[in-house]
């Protein structure tokens, strides 16, 4: 079995979010979980924000997932397939 994860860090997240949200719509049949986490107070809520993603799917398309993500300027992401044997 294997699993993979990715993970998305967003800077400037009230800007760049609807263009990372096109980019998850696009291959939204990819997603199995996400989660979501960003730094927030009653005084402030960060502007940067995470996104844990569990995917499921043919590994090209889940690099055309990456691709797409890391071709928003500022967008950092980070893929890693686990294999339980």
């Known amino acids: 079995m294997e699993k993979t994860i990715m993970m998305v860090m967003v800077p400037a997240r009230n800007v760049l979010v609807p263009k990372v ?12 979980t996400r989660l979501g986490i960003h730094d927030t107070s009653p005084a402030e809520c960060s502007n940067c924000g995470l996104m844990i ?33």
Do not use: H, N, W
């Open 21 to 32: 949200q096109e980019a998850l719509s696009e291959f939204g049949c990819l997603i199995k």
């Open 53 to 85: 993603l569990e995917l499921v799917g043919e590994k090209k398309e889940q690099d055309k997932l990456a691709k797409k993500l890391k071709a928003i300027k500022g967008v950092q992401v980070k893929t890693e397939r686990f294999t339980c044997k």
